[in-house]
């Protein structure tokens, strides 16, 4: 009698299951072929060798084979477990992920056939070999056609690599045809060497072979569901006992897997049978235990090893929280080394360029001292030439000779003076008997040296010396009225204008502008020094800056007016304007208003000239709408009142238009040609903006909209829709520009005190601090942000020198 002894746990085997199996399909399917491949787990070998198959049979049913061995370990938190030592459970859910994986690669599979559009089909195997899974599959399934990967024998690879192909080469069937592939290249080719067998001899030995082999087959093509059937592995243990107990009592059982009848009389051996029966119960308890006090066990070191990793956990965001502080501070530090770089290096700029500029004063002051040098002998050789003319002095007939000499130069220069005045005399008969005056002009003409007011008179040659004889070196401007020069008399530097005497309208501009501006004295009005008559000059004070046009238009390289400076011109001319129209007794009329009539001092101050054709204009006139002028102006055809184009009457509003077009010019910095239209469409647009001269710096919005409204309002085609200028409309014009003042930014001032700071520190928070207001908050107790009222991390300051320099150099541009 032969007692049955249990199985030891580590030898566990899943049972062998004995499921109904269909005759094997014919290879040929009408006239299509069926060629069966083998694939693996590896994408890269299968698609290569799917697709030399669909290259080579393309029109042949693909069936793809694929042998699943089941992973002897199971991964768990601890490591790789074998399966034989885990739950049922745990096997059971492992084993449903691997087929899940299995069938997810093998959809892939299938979706390349599906591609090429041709029938396929899928057959699935569990083996735990899998050379051996798949030569059953080929058995059971009269396969005549194998396309099987393979590697070929000089590639340096491990042989167990290729021990499918070689395994399959040598055991499989003879009616089988085997097609080795290597990277989508044919290797060889094993031809059948006898047809297969039939399906009624072949049933007992397909029989065999599925007693261990647990197969699933799926058939896409034809939603057809072959040998579908997986048993628990914890069947095992109760199929193991249910079959001892049912010895036991005599019963006859029926495997699964194999289907057959086993029966046997168990009255001989049935006390022994009990025995082995009572000892496999105390085997399984005792197995059971063991496996519990296992799992308490590792479910404690599972608890305990989750609480390490939670507080590891907690340290990690607690550092990530730290890091992420510090690389706030770092990057805030970066950025303050980048803005004291940057300042640094414009302080280097600065003293590089002072530098240069020093060792430029250097070079002049040798310069000077070589100039000097060079004097000093010139005084020596004065000095002699003195001595020498002491010598002469006691020369009485050379130096008779000369006074002779002068007094024949001075008749001469006498004769050529009434030989001027009676050319002028000559001109003035020719332009009366022209009829271009009347009467009372032409007496006032020849009745000129009583009207001139008390002004200095020059001589010609007190100009031809100021001006070395009126050289070309000192000549300013040259127009058609004609030159201006630079000159020097007494004691400063003077502007002296000279009318072309042959000119028909030279002399009349020259007394027309001794007139006004002789009996004129306003700060914004060029100052009429003195005169002569001989020459017909006038000698004005000297402006060293030129024109307004050539500021407007960077002439001579001149620097971008402000625009705190624009408005203040605007002013400037506003206010000599209302000078000149609320003059009594008579209105006073410009004529002639434009940029390059509108000089610059030194401190750029305007002063108005060009008063050769402005007119002088009783009230009475002004009311009269039939005053005409018997002579135009000169002014500049952008700028002249287009009204007075087409009626010919000059007026105070004539003026006007052209001081609204210099106010646009100012803020646009742009041609007078059809800018009043571009200005009125921006503004209607709602781009000033656009528009405003760049090179005059920002413009505060307030500033910029009322002197462009006024601009237009000026720039008016009717006469009667322009506004006068009064002395109220010069005041608001002060305040404007006056009133505007460079605003602090908001980062300069203390968020404690809202005051400017002179000693900004950062503290833990972040943000700057005046040094004593934060010093003093953090002495009176406070360990808390003034801003935020969270609690500082450190009681620390850092002084920031980037803002101290940004305001430091802010203070100095202010």
């Known amino acids: ?339 004291e770089v940057k300042l640094r290096k414009e302080a280097e700029d600065e003293l590089r360029a002072t530098v240069q500029e020093q060792q430029k004063l250097l070079n002049e002051s040798e310069e000077i001292a070589s100039e000097l040098q060079m004097t000093m002998r010139n005084i020596a050789l004065l000095d002699s030439r003195a001595q020498e003319a002491n010598r002469r002095r006691d020369e009485a007939v050379d130096e008779l000779s000369l006074i002779q000499e002068s007094i024949s130069t001075l008749w001469q220069e006498r004769q050529q003076i009434r030989r001027q005045k009676m050319e002028a005399l000559h001109w003035l008969e020719r332009w009366r008997s022209c009829g271009q005056v009347g009467a009372a002009h032409c007496n006032g003409i020849i009745g000129f040296a009583d009207e001139l007011p008390e002004l200095a008179e020059f001589s010609l040659s007190d100009l031809q010396n100021a001006t070395c004889n009126f050289s070309n070196s000192f000549k300013i401007v040259q127009g058609g009225y004609g030159c201006i020069y630079k000159g020097e008399m007494l004691g400063r530097t003077v502007a002296i204008k000279k009318f072309h005497k042959h000119n028909m309208q030279g002399p009349l501009e020259f007394r027309q502008e001794v007139l006004v501006l002789g009996s004129l004295r306003h700060p914004h009005l060029i100052t009429l020094l003195g005169v002569c008559p001989e020459a017909w000059s006038i000698v004005y004070e000297y402006t060293p800056n030129g024109t307004l046009q050539d500021y407007l238009f960077r002439k001579g390289n001149n620097f971008p007016l402000t625009w705190n400076t624009r408005a203040r011109m605007i002013t400037e001319i506003a206010s000599a304007l209302c000078f000149l129209h609320s003059f009594k007794p008579e209105t006073i009329i410009h004529g002639d208003l434009k940029p390059e009539t509108v000089l610059l001092d030194s401190s750029l101050s305007c002063k108005m000239c060009g008063f050769g054709f402005c007119r002088l204009v009783s009230e009475e006139s002004l009311l009269r709408p039939s005053f005409r002028l018997s002579t135009e102006p000169k002014g500049a055809f952008s700028y002249m009142d287009p009204e007075f184009q087409r009626t010919g009457i000059l007026t105070t509003k004539s003026d006007i238009y052209s001081f609204g077009l210099i106010i646009l010019q100012l803020l646009t910095g742009r041609t007078p040609v059809g800018l009043a239209i571009l200005v009125r469409n921006a503004v209607s647009c709602g781009k000033l903006s656009s528009i405003l001269d760049s090179s005059a710096g920002e413009w505060p919005s307030a500033v910029a909209t009322q002197l462009v409204e006024l601009g237009l309002q000026c720039c008016q085609q009717n006469r009667r829709d322009r506004p006068d200028l009064t002395p109220t409309l010069v005041r608001e014009l002060e305040q404007l520009h006056a009133s505007e003042e460079r605003p602090v930014p908001s980062f300069f001032l203390c968020p404690i005190l809202q005051e400017i700071m002179h000693d900004p520190q950062v503290a833990a928070d972040g943000f700057t601090y005046e040094g004593d207001a934060i010093r003093e908050w953090l002495e009176n107790g406070h360990d808390t942000s003034p801003m935020t009222n969270l609690k500082l991390s450190h009681l620390f300051l850092t002084p920031n020198h980037a803002l101290r320099l940004a305001i430091q150099d802010w203070l100095c541009q202010s």
């Open 1 to 339: 009698m032969e007692l049955l002894k249990p199985l030891p746990p580590q030898q566990y085997h899943a049972p062998i299951l004995h499921l109904p199996i269909h005759a094997p399909s014919p290879p040929m399917l009408g006239n299509a072929v069926k060629v069966h491949v083998a694939v693996g787990k590896s994408v890269d070998k299968a698609v290569p060798l799917l697709q030399w198959t669909l290259s080579h049979f393309p029109n042949a049913e693909i069936v793809i084979l694929h042998a699943h061995q089941p992973s002897l370990t199971i991964p768990t938190l601890l490591g790789k477990l074998p399966a034989s030592q885990a739950t049922p459970a745990v096997v059971s859910a492992f084993r449903k992920v691997e087929r899940e994986h299995t069938m997810k690669l093998l959809d892939k599979y299938f979706s390349i056939c599906r591609a090429a559009r041709v029938k396929a089909s899928i057959i699935v195997t569990e083996a735990d070999q899998v050379q051996k899974g798949i030569l059953e599959l080929v058995v059971t399934h009269n396969i005549q056609k194998l396309v099987i990967g393979a590697v070929p024998e000089n590639c340096i690879k491990v042989k167990r690599n290729s021990s499918k192909a070689n395994y399959t080469a040598k055991n499989a069937p003879p009616f089988c045809e085997v097609w080795f592939i290597y990277k989508g290249k044919h290797i060889w080719t094993r031809e059948p060497s006898e047809t297969p067998c039939s399906s009624s001899s072949c049933t007992q030995h397909e029989i065999a072979t599925t007693e261990s082999l647990r197969c699933r087959s799926f058939q896409y093509g034809k939603r057809e569901l072959f040998d579908l059937e997986y048993r628990q592995p914890n069947s095992a243990k109760t199929t193991i006992a249910s079959a001892i107990r049912s010895c036991v009592h005599g019963e006859v059982i029926e495997t699964e897997a194999t289907g057959s009848s086993k029966a046997s009389s168990c009255s001989s051996h049935c006390s022994s049978q009990f025995f082995s029966g009572v000892y496999l119960d105390t085997y399984l308890e005792a197995m059971e235990e063991r496996i519990n006090k296992q799992l308490i066990e590792t479910k404690r070191e599972a608890e305990t090893v989750t609480d390490e990793a939670i507080a590891e956990l907690l340290k990690c965001q607690r550092l990530e929280v730290e890091a992420m502080e510090a690389i706030r501070k770092v990057n805030l530090f970066e950025s303050a080394h980048v803005c």
